[in-house]
């Protein structure tokens, strides 16, 4: 089966750094996503890594480690905006290029002035 | 307007009626997909679709059905919905040019009460 692990919670204060982590189990393994949602709106998506190493999005970065089963999505310079819930997903075995993914119970990031 | 919209937003019934939340979208996308969100459990895969003709079952398919009525459109039916049913449904699609990415384009959900 499927399986991601995340913290559930995570608060950091404005301007700082937070990393949010997210290790996986899987079948077979495609590429690690992250999505963003605020208060229960649209998951909007922020990033993809499907080899090892560091990707950067503006203010936004993601790490995979694929030896590891383990990435984490790290956000710099934070803003009040920035406070939503995270998900990290992986694409199902049998997703291919469907996107069929499995996402993870999601990390509530709460940023304090 | 949004690319990937839903209907109802929300949405008030008994046990035992049926329900159906529909999902349009804009996008031209091939792919479409039904996911449930629970406090707690994330987003779960209940249903997708590559194309018109073909459906396939998810994670948590039990107590559902959907009907693929066009590429742009696809609807989600509770025939006899129970309260565990209650929840955030959401509908997203994917084309294949992003399907290396994990990129999926999500509606803004239809929240489901069941009593």
């Known amino acids: 089966g499927q399986s991601l692990e995340q913290p559930s919670e995570v608060t950091a204060v404005e301007g700082a750094i937070v990393q949010i982590n997210c290790t996986y189990q899987?079948?077979?393994?495609?590429?690690l996503s992250w999505y963003q949602q605020h208060d229960g709106g649209a998951p909007t998506f922020l990033s993809y890594n499907g080899l090892d190493g560091l990707e950067e999005t503006g203010r936004f970065s993601s790490f995979l480690s694929r030896s590891d089963s383990y990435g984490y999505l790290l956000l710099q310079e934070l803003q009040m905006k920035d406070s939503a819930s995270y998900f990290c997903a992986v694409r199902d075995r049998g997703g291919g290029a469907t996107n069929k993914l499995i996402f993870g119970t999601g990390t509530l990031l709460a940023v304090q002035p | 307007d949004a690319d990937v919209t839903q209907t109802p937003r929300n949405r008030i019934t008994k046990t035992g009626k049926r329900i159906m939340l529909e999902c349009s979208q804009t996008?031209?996308?091939?792919?479409m997909y039904w996911y449930r969100q629970d406090p707690g459990l994330g987003l779960r895969l209940i249903y997708y679709?590559?194309?018109?003709?073909?459906?396939n079952k998810g994670e948590i398919s039990d107590g559902y059905s959907v009907s693929r009525q066009a590429q742009a459109k696809f609807s989600l039916s509770l025939e006899s919905a129970i309260p565990n049913q209650t929840a955030l449904y959401f509908c997203?699609?994917?084309?294949?040019?992003?399907?290396?990415?994990?990129?999926?384009?999500f509606g803004e959900g239809s929240r489901l009460t069941v009593l």
């Open positions: 679709s590559f194309d018109v003709k073909d459906i």
């Open positions: 997203a699609t994917s084309h294949p040019g992003t399907g290396g990415t994990g990129e999926l384009f």
């Open positions: 996008k031209g996308h091939d792919r």
């Open positions: 899987t079948s077979g393994f495609y590429g």
